[in-house]
T-cell receptor, first 115, second 111 residues
């Protein structure tokens, strides 16, 4: 079946511009995560959605970052007034319904470059 | 999550079995062992997980010692495409928390 998809795969933007990144999770997965990974670094958690519960936004680095999810489907991560330190690969992952084993399935990521 | 210890790097000949160890001596009774890998320039990939019984899927086998203080991920016939960083993670049952990877093991499959 289809895995997690993300778009665009690459995005180059000028400092100060807004960007929107999209994630399509695996159908039926109620949990969705956004992570950031800078070059040569580990995963940095950003935000977590679970069903209709309030999202866990504890990892968002600043108020320039926001994310939305429509029901249990598509999610968008928006970065306003991008800065050079926002350059990274942004990864989305989804996880099966509660009662499952909570393994996370990752998309290919969006490589964001802020010039 | 319980702390895990893995070797920094390992080499394996193509076609041979790759055996990746992980120590998790502080694991508690309700914690599962998960394995993920990350191939260069790709997102992490879930491999397998287990509680106390050995597990096998199409990608790998997971052997957990009887005392659950260590485990081994086995790739039965390693290929060049298995070159990646492999992460062993211990998490409570039903944990939906975000993943945190340690340093992992860089596995290099040699031709």
């Amino acid at each position: 079946g289809a895995g997690v998809s993300q778009s665009p795969s690459n995005k180059v933007t000028e400092k100060g511009k807004d960007v929107e990144l999209r994630c399509d999770p695996i159908s039926g997965h109620t949990a969705l995560y956004w992570y950031r990974q800078r070059l040569g670094q580990g995963l940095e958690f950003l935000i977590y959605f679970q069903g209709n519960s309030a999202p866990d936004k504890s990892g968002l680095p600043s108020d320039r970052f926001s994310a939305e999810r429509t029901g249990e489907s598509v999610s968008t991560l928006t970065i306003q007034r991008t800065q050079q330190e926002d350059s990274a690969v942004y990864l989305c992952a989804s996880s099966p319904m509660p009662g499952g084993s909570y393994e996370q399935y990752f998309g290919p990521g969006t490589r964001l470059t802020v010039t | 999550d319980a702390k895990t210890t893995q070797p920094t790097s390992m080499d394996c000949a193509e076609g041979r079995a790759a055996n990746l160890p992980c120590n998790h001596s502080t694991i508690s009774g309700n914690e599962y062992v998960y394995w993920y890998r990350q191939i260069h320039s790709q997102g992490p990939q879930y491999i397998i997980h287990g509680l106390k019984n050995n597990e096998t899927n199409e990608m790998a086998s997971l052997i957990i010692t009887e005392d659950r203080k260590s485990s081994t991920l086995i790739l039965p016939h390693a290929t060049l495409r298995d070159t990646a960083v492999y992460y062993c993670i211990v998490r409570p049952s039903g944990s939906a928390r975000q993943l945190t990877f340690g340093s992992g093991t860089q596995l290099t499959v040699l031709p």
